[in-house]
């Protein structure tokens, strides 16, 4: 049955290399286009601040051991004190920020246009590829696959005796889409590789991280205990002093 | 922190570009990515280069920094006239930046004249009042006035919101200390400490100033620190060696009658003794009967 199907070099001259093409200078087209839309935001001071104060309390886990255990446990009650600690987030406030972004006018155009410079070319480049290339089997997968795959991968193809590995153009479009990324690191710089991958996870995740990030910070610090790291540091002076001696 | 690599890498910079050889730019990039303080080089070089204008056309939007560069380092320098073209220049270029703005206040504030700079600095913060630089300029100017009160005032509402600067938890520790608040001072460092635990700097300020508050608990935990800070720069830092035999002193004294573990702590102090009289040999030889003297008179009390 594994008949090795002989495919025209001109599909590889005239498909695969042009699509890769288009998709490259689409990525670069959109990484200049949304440096020019890019409108600077002027944060807000609650989240600034909030943003230091999980910094802050941060470094007390980290360094809770060097000092001593009364300043230690000063702070810890500073921190997550249930009236007026600085970790602490009343329920009510913690649906505030998501609230906020959606009428916030500046913010909401930011995701819009966020979410429009990555729709559109997709789905233009989508129905390119379909209009233009389908019908045909474009490559050989070099894996074998199970039957399943034949309606995601051949779906211009109609005979249904073709092996699941020959696909047509369309998962060729696919899998540059999740591809690209390396690429567009090496042309664009380490910070700009941001695939439509990423951006599709941009997409979902948005501004609940204030709040959830401080509750997150208090019962972490709940958890620390104090285990003061000076007490053997005598002796540990002791032996770096012996040391420099002999 | 400048690291010892960076530093020997200025200070080989820094010859080269008086001597005469080349590469003035690149000192001046390392001055500013390192941020520190060489303001009459900086002048010299950076007017060198601007007065050129081939020199000049060839840093391309660079020059723009290197304006603003020898704009505050004319102003440390009290070349004012020097400072006011910079700044012109700059304005003509950016008739609307705040960064523009802020150096035009600076200028008013090296000439003295403080509440116009304040009024300035008042309106910059009304349009970023998340600008980090600007509020730090507002406790330097009420600094160099004389105001420490309202400088500290100042510097206290500033960490209330950026609470994670190091540097300005620096300063209020040491303007703290100056104005012998030593509590204050303590609960400064510490928040050094816990941010930077393994500069041995912190360390061995919060000694000091432990040490200088007094009182049984408060000895013991300096000499900790002492002690840590030794571990830290392994033993080579003079005053944490002076620190614990005067600590291991002090303490012996408060604890007259009551015998605790004084084995451990007089081995400190010996050891730490003769690393430093080994020091002192090596470096001071003539200071050495001075330093026997003293350190037996420490031994003796205790």
Same mark, same amino acid.
């Given at each position: 049955?594994?008949?090795?199907?002989?495919?025209?070099?001109?599909?590889?001259?005239?498909?695969?290399?042009?699509?890769?093409?288009?998709?490259?200078?689409?990525?670069?087209?959109?990484?200049?286009?949304?440096?020019?839309?890019?409108?600077?935001?002027?944060?807000?001071?609650?989240?600034?601040?909030?943003?230091?104060?999980?910094?802050?309390? +941060?470094?007390?886990?980290?360094?809770?051991?060097?000092?001593?255990?009364?300043?230690? +446990?000063?702070?810890?009650?500073?921190?997550?004190?249930? @009236?007026?600690?600085?970790?602490?987030?009343?329920?009510?406030?913690?649906?505030?920020?998501?609230?906020?972004?959606?009428?916030?006018?500046?913010?909401?155009?930011?995701?819009?246009?966020?979410?429009? $410079?990555?729709?559109?070319?997709?789905?233009?480049?989508?129905?390119?590829?379909?209009?233009?290339?389908?019908?045909?089997?474009?490559?050989?997968?070099?894996?074998?696959?199970?039957?399943?795959?034949?309606?995601?991968?051949?779906?211009?193809?109609?005979? $249904?005796?073709?092996?699941? $590995?020959?696909?047509?153009?369309?998962?060729?479009?696919?899998?540059?889409?999740?591809?690209?990324?390396?690429?567009?690191?090496?042309?664009?710089? @380490?910070?700009?590789?941001?695939?439509?991958?990423?951006?599709?996870?941009?997409?979902?995740?948005?501004?609940?991280?204030?709040?959830?990030?401080? $509750?997150?910070?208090?019962?972490?610090?709940?958890?620390?205990?104090?285990?003061?790291?000076?007490?053997?540091?005598?002796?540990?002076? @002791?032996?770096?002093? +012996?040391?420099?001696?002999? | 922190?400048?690291?010892?690599?960076?530093?020997?890498?200025?200070?080989?910079?820094?010859? &080269?570009?008086?001597?005469?050889?080349?590469?003035?730019?690149?000192?001046?990039?390392?001055?500013?990515?390192?941020?520190?303080?060489?303001? /009459?080089?900086?002048?010299?070089?950076?007017?060198?280069?601007?007065?050129?204008?081939?020199?000049?056309? =060839?840093?391309?939007?660079?020059?723009?920094?290197?304006?603003?560069?020898?704009?505050?380092?004319?102003?440390?320098?009290?070349?004012?006239?020097?400072?006011?073209?910079?700044?012109?220049?700059?304005?003509?270029?950016?008739?609307? =930046?705040?960064?523009?703005?802020?150096?035009?206040?600076?200028? !008013?504030?090296?000439?003295?004249?403080?509440?116009?700079?304040?009024?300035?600095?008042?309106?910059?913060?009304?349009?970023?009042?998340?600008?980090?630089?600007?509020?730090?300029?507002?406790?330097?100017?009420?600094?160099?006035?004389?105001?420490?009160?309202?400088?500290?005032?100042?510097?206290?509402?500033?960490?209330?919101?950026?609470?994670?600067?190091?540097?300005?938890?620096?300063?209020?520790? *040491?303007?703290?200390?100056?104005?012998?608040?030593?509590?204050?001072?303590?609960?400064?460092? *510490? /928040?050094?400490?816990?941010?930077?635990?393994?500069?041995?700097?912190?360390?061995?300020?919060?000694?000091?100033?432990?040490?200088?508050?007094?009182?049984?608990?408060?000895? &013991?935990?300096?000499?900790?620190?002492?002690?840590?800070?030794?571990?830290?720069?392994?033993?080579?830092?003079?005053?944490?060696?002076?620190?614990?035999?005067?600590?291991?002193?002090?303490?012996?004294?408060?604890?007259?009658?009551?015998?605790?573990?004084?084995?451990?702590?007089?081995?400190?102090?010996? !050891?730490?003794?003769?690393?430093?009289?080994?020091?002192?040999?090596?470096?001071?030889?003539?200071?050495?009967?001075?330093?026997?003297?003293?350190?037996?008179?420490?031994?003796?009390?205790?």
């Amino acid at each position: 049955m594994a008949e090795d199907l002989v495919l025209d070099t001109a599909i590889r001259d005239w498909v695969l290399i042009p699509l890769s093409v288009v998709m490259v200078l689409i990525g670069v087209l959109r990484y200049f286009v949304s440096k020019l839309m890019h409108s600077s935001q002027t944060p807000d001071a609650k989240i600034v601040k909030e943003g230091q104060v999980i910094v802050r309390a +941060r470094n007390l886990r980290a360094g809770a051991n060097f000092i001593p255990s009364k300043a230690f +446990r000063t702070r810890k009650i500073y921190f997550c004190n249930e @009236e007026n600690g600085l970790l602490f987030v009343p329920k009510g406030q913690g649906q505030n920020p998501q609230a906020q972004m959606f009428s916030d006018p500046n913010m909401a155009m930011d995701m819009m246009k966020k979410n429009l $410079s990555m729709i559109i070319p997709q789905t233009l480049t989508f129905a390119w590829v379909n209009f233009f290339f389908s019908g045909f089997v474009a490559a050989k997968i070099p894996f074998p696959l199970t039957q399943r795959f034949r309606s995601m991968l051949q779906n211009g193809i109609d005979l $249904s005796t073709v092996d699941v $590995s020959y696909v047509s153009s369309r998962s060729w479009y696919f899998l540059n889409l999740f591809g690209l990324r390396g690429l567009f690191s090496l042309i664009l710089g @380490e910070e700009n590789a941001v695939d439509d991958t990423q951006r599709m996870m941009q997409m979902g995740g948005f501004g609940f991280d204030p709040s959830k990030g401080l $509750s997150a910070e208090k019962d972490n610090l709940d958890i620390t205990q104090h285990d003061w790291a000076l007490l053997n540091f005598e002796h540990r002076a @002791e032996a770096v002093l +012996r040391k420099v001696i002999s | 922190m400048v690291t010892k690599t960076e530093e020997t890498q200025l200070n080989r910079l820094e010859n &080269q570009v008086d001597n005469g050889g080349g590469g003035a730019w690149e000192y001046l990039c390392l001055v500013r990515k390192l941020k520190v303080r060489r303001s /009459e080089k900086v002048l010299k070089h950076g007017l060198s280069i601007l007065n050129d204008p081939k020199q000049r056309s =060839s840093l391309g939007s660079d020059e723009w920094t290197l304006y603003e560069q020898v704009a505050v380092a004319a102003m440390d320098c009290q070349c004012l006239d020097v400072a006011k073209d910079c700044t012109k220049v700059l304005r003509k270029r950016f008739p609307e =930046s705040k960064r523009v703005g802020r150096l035009e206040a600076m200028l !008013l504030e090296a000439k003295g004249s403080w509440e116009l700079a304040e009024k300035a600095y008042a309106s910059l913060l009304e349009d970023s009042p998340l600008d980090q630089a600007i509020h730090k300029r507002r406790v330097a100017m009420a600094k160099a006035q004389g105001n420490i009160s309202v400088a500290i005032d100042w510097l206290n509402k500033y960490l209330e919101t950026f609470m994670a600067d190091h540097d300005a938890w620096r300063e209020l520790a *040491e303007i703290y200390v100056s104005l012998q608040m030593y509590k204050q001072a303590a609960f400064c460092y *510490e /928040e050094l400490i816990l941010s930077q635990p393994t500069v041995p700097l912190y360390h061995l300020a919060y000694a000091d100033v432990l040490y200088t508050l007094g009182g049984l608990e408060n000895l &013991q935990t300096a000499k900790k620190y002492y002690a840590s800070t030794i571990d830290l720069t392994g033993g080579k830092n003079t005053r944490a060696l002076f620190g614990i035999c005067l600590c291991t002193s002090a303490i012996t004294q408060l604890t007259k009658g009551k015998s605790k573990e004084e084995k451990e702590g007089s081995q400190l102090q010996s !050891l730490a003794a003769k690393v430093l009289e080994k020091d002192y040999k090596q470096r001071a030889p003539d200071k050495l009967p001075q330093l026997t003297t003293a350190l037996k008179s420490l031994t003796l009390s205790s």
